[in-house]
């Protein structure tokens, strides 16, 4: 009985630096609606700008004076990020934002690794609280009895905040309407900056009180961010008691999983979430999300069409050049090509159901992973030939998108998103910890194409053939009434419902159609490079695959292969040099707010600006042509 109390407490003071950011994010939420990947770098840089406050400041009152300077400061740095990027992309559709702010993660881990180097920094302890109290014979740290104190005390305040003033009153009305808000004469950008800057100073606050309990290094945003986003996601996006009830939830069941069920630790939050919204889809205390006037992914100012005249001269140009490719290429080019080949069809597997359906998932790479795993246990276990593996890998990942989708097709929004990456990352550790048939971290190896395609020239044409076909296949999807059918529940579910389409039923096809494709391309993929590890279905391979489509265009069909290939090609020219991050991170900002139609969406504005121009001339001056 006295372990289980010492591990409760153990459990309430980690729940005390989560329930800090993860209230920071719940606020920004709630009145900005923006989804901020970001927050966790403000949780980071709380912990650095603590650290070298706290090398110039000593004792009691050096050490918490240092802890909320930090927290302020980190509060301004989010005010400089909502001034510089995020005032630009309110209007936009999420997704948008969701990158804007990625982007940010990007430049702010470089800053930090230019600014305090790669190296970890321990913490100080904190002064007078370096002890242990012993509570019914079993030791606990007295840095964590404050940490359990503090919380409710800021729990306190921030509801009287809310609650009591006339800021908070804004701050309620704006996260009920904003519009009413903005109709009433409040400004609305000033106050989309304050609740930024108090958000932003939460999750400082957060990072320099574990200062004593871990330290500052350059993994702390990535590391934190999956648990604030389950936190908030459990409690109710923008609910400050539902984050505190889900910290408390979260905290305690991971140290009593650590105690009694270790191999749980890596999933055992997001099976916790997966729950909790399969039950309550809008988490424990949140109401229904109100999708943004230009929902997801944004409505496309032109249709999506079948390809012109011009359009099929450009592909067969470009199938030409492919197909020739192989006789005035070196050995790299070959391999480089392939590459691109397999992401631009894992990346336009994702947008079909992104662009058309509106579906935002944050776990797509489990079908690409788990295509790549089904070929390669099949050969390795089986002997399978290459070619019946690569049929398999589809129907696998196929069946799998049927599983999980059935689950998240409820679900709306970052709701719907949360809960894909909920079983993402439960394919992930079921994967990783099940050594003796995955290989665990070790993968699986030596899983080569047959003897005819072993050669890089005929595994170059089988990649282009397969990947190519899935492509048209997708694109072909797009057309098909099918395809109309996903459009229109996406864009009015309701008016689509009483033309007697089953929306759910159509955006379920949507995510098996897109899970099998993905898959298709995860098989390429195991026999394009011998192997398949653990990293192949994890989240930022999710991430990735979002990258790329919104770098090429959402809103294009030809978007996921220009933003894949660029892509492709920039990480392998960017990662050569040392602060790769901060330029990749401020071209995807730039993007975001210069031109966010994409690649692909910025050609086709161009040229269907100078054929306006054109057909103006010959108008004016009477040309036939």
Not at 561 to 567: F, I, N
Not at 569 to 580: A, I, K, P, T
Not at 583 to 594: E, S
Request: hydrophobic share 55%; glycine share 12%.
């Amino acid at each position: 009985m006295e372990l289980l109390f010492a591990q409760l407490l153990a459990g309430l003071a980690n729940a005390s630096a989560l329930f800090l950011v993860a209230s920071g994010l719940s606020l920004i939420f709630g009145v900005t609606r923006i989804v901020n990947f970001s927050h966790g770098s403000f949780y980071m840089l709380g912990a650095y700008i603590g650290y070298s406050l706290l090398q110039i400041w000593t004792g009691v009152v050096g050490f918490w004076g240092a802890t909320f300077l930090a927290a302020i400061a980190v509060g301004f740095i989010g005010v400089i990020v909502e001034l510089l990027v995020l005032r630009h992309v309110y209007k936009a559709p999420e997704l948008f934002q969701l990158v804007a702010t990625f982007g940010v993660v990007l430049v702010i881990q470089d800053l930090a690794l230019i600014v305090w180097g790669p190296e970890d920094l321990l913490g100080p302890r904190a002064p007078g609280l370096k002890g242990i109290v012993r509570i019914f014979g079993e030791p606990i740290p007295q840095y964590d009895l404050a940490l359990i104190a503090i919380t409710p005390f800021i729990l306190l305040g921030l509801w009287y905040l809310i609650t009591r003033t006339r800021v908070g009153v804004l701050v309620r009305a704006a996260t009920q309407d904003r519009e009413m808000v903005g109709a009433l004469g409040v400004n609305q950008a000033w106050l989309f900056t304050g609740v930024f800057f108090l958000g932003s100073m939460l999750a400082g606050l957060g990072g320099a009180l574990q200062l004593p309990k871990g330290g500052a290094d350059l993994l702390m945003d990535f590391n934190i961010l999956a648990a604030i986003f389950v936190v908030v996601v459990i409690g109710g996006m923008g609910s400050l008691p539902g984050a505190f009830i889900a910290s408390v939830l979260i905290s305690v069941l991971g140290v009593f999983g650590v105690r009694f069920l270790p191999e749980s630790t890596l999933v055992l939050m997001f099976v916790v979430m997966a729950a909790v919204l399969m039950i309550r889809p809008y988490g424990l205390l949140g109401r229904e999300e109100a999708p943004g006037e230009h929902g997801q992914v944004g409505e496309p100012e032109h249709p999506i069409c079948p390809l012109g005249k011009n359009g099929r001269i450009i592909a067969g140009l470009l199938l030409a050049f492919l197909v020739a490719f192989p006789f005035f290429s070196v050995q790299f080019g070959l391999v480089l090509m392939i590459d691109i080949f397999i992401v631009c069809l894992f990346a336009a597997s994702l947008h079909f159901m992104l662009s058309l359906g509106g579906l935002v998932s944050f776990g797509h790479a489990a079908f690409f992973g788990g295509g790549a795993y089904a070929a390669a246990l099949l050969v390795h276990y089986t002997g399978t030939p290459m070619e019946l593996a690569l049929l398999f890998a589809p129907m696998a990942a196929g069946c799998l998108a049927a599983i999980i989708g059935w689950f998240c097709i409820r679900l709306t929004g970052v709701y719907f998103a949360m809960l894909t990456l909920a079983f993402a990352q439960l394919v992930w550790s079921i994967v990783f910890q099940w050594a003796e048939f995955t290989g665990g971290d070790d993968g699986v190896v030596s899983i080569w194409p047959s003897s005819w395609a072993s050669e890089s020239f005929a595994f170059y044409y089988l990649t282009l053939v397969i990947a190519g076909g899935g492509m048209v296949l997708l694109r072909h999807g797009a057309h098909s009434p099918f395809g109309y059918a996903l459009r229109a529940s996406r864009d009015s579910g309701l008016r689509a419902e009483a033309t007697g389409i089953n929306t759910k039923g159509v955006q379920w096809g949507s995510m098996v159609f897109a899970g099998a494709m993905a898959g298709l391309a995860g098989g390429l993929f195991v026999f394009s490079k011998g192997s398949v590890f653990p990293t192949e279905l994890e989240i930022a391979k999710s991430f990735d695959a979002l990258i790329m489509v919104f770098f090429g265009g959402v809103k294009t069909l030809s978007g996921p292969l220009a933003g894949a290939s660029v892509m492709t090609v920039l990480q392998d020219y960017l990662s050569r040099f040392e602060y790769w991050r901060l330029a990749l991170g401020l071209l995807i900002i730039a993007i975001v707010i210069l031109a966010p139609d994409g690649i692909a969406g910025l050609s086709q504005r161009i040229f269907r600006r100078f054929r306006t121009r054109d057909v103006e001339t010959h108008r004016i001056t009477g040309d036939p042509s």
